[in-house]
């Protein structure tokens, strides 16, 4: 079983629409919670990152992290032609006094106008 | 946040040579990442580059195969050693801690 799971999709929806992208983990020792969005032929971008239990929000972005259920969200409203890209998920561990960072798979999304 | 310039952008190697990637950081970090990104894979670590000291390898990374310099704390370099055509990948380098980690724009390594 691999640390963090995520459905690599694709996933295609109409512009305007809610996007729901995922990931679970079996790490309980993972602190930082993550999203990057990584365009074709680019490096990832962090969109957001949480460190507990909850909500975060950032314009149309909103990052939820359930601790108890080992599951996390990336929520993107009135999506945009423009959010077509992978996105991945990503979880951090603290080791031997660094961070390190597990990704999932990264799910392809995109909008269609 | 910090900025990357990680180069060459993409290179095409024969089998059997080596590859030197570079990545310069506009500012100083204690500690810089390397990743690899298979086609149509995720990013896996490769190993972790502390400036003074050997760099710290993930399970399955050897240093004959990827040796890491790291010669001061805005500056490092990979190299791929003895090519061959599973070496095919994005190679990037990060830096960050705590939840926020920056990315290179990555080197599309091709071994023909």
Redesign the interface.
């Known amino acids: 079983q691999k640390e963090v799971e ?1 459905d ?1 999709g694709p996933l295609s929806v109409p512009e305007g629409a809610i996007v729901s992208l995922n990931c679970t983990y079996s790490n309980s020792a993972f602190q ?3 999203w ?1 969005r990584q365009y074709s ?6 969109l957001m ?3 507990s239990s909850g909500n975060k929000e950032d314009g149309r972005f909103t990052a939820q992290v359930d601790k108890s259920s080992k599951y996390i969200s990336l929520f993107i409203r009135d999506s945009q032609p423009s959010d077509s890209a992978t996105y ?1 998920c ?1 979880m ?1 561990e603290l080791i ?1 006094g ?4 597990v ?4 799910t392809r999304l995109t909008i269609n106008p | ?1 910090a900025v ?1 310039s ?1 180069k060459p952008s993409r290179d095409i190697c024969q089998r059997g040579t080596s590859l030197t990637i570079q990545c310069q950081v506009d500012s100083q970090v204690t ?1 810089m ?1 390397w990743y690899r990104q298979q086609p ?6 490769i190993a ?1 580059a502390n400036q003074g000291s050997e760099a ?1 390898y993930e399970s399955g990374f050897v240093i004959d195969k990827f040796p890491i310099s790291r010669p001061n704390l805005t500056f490092s370099t990979l190299t791929v050693s003895n090519m061959s055509p599973e070496d095919s990948s994005i190679y ?1 380098c990060s830096v960050g ?10 080197t ?1 390594l091709t071994v023909v």
């Open positions: 995520q690599p930082y919670f993550m990057y032929r680019k490096g990832p971008e962090l990152y949480t460190y991945l990503a951090s031997q660094a961070q390190k960072l990704f999932g798979q990264g | 946040s990357i990680q500690m990442f149509g894979q995720s990013l896996t670590l972790t710290t990037l801690g705590g939840g926020g980690y920056t990315f290179g724009s990555g599309r």
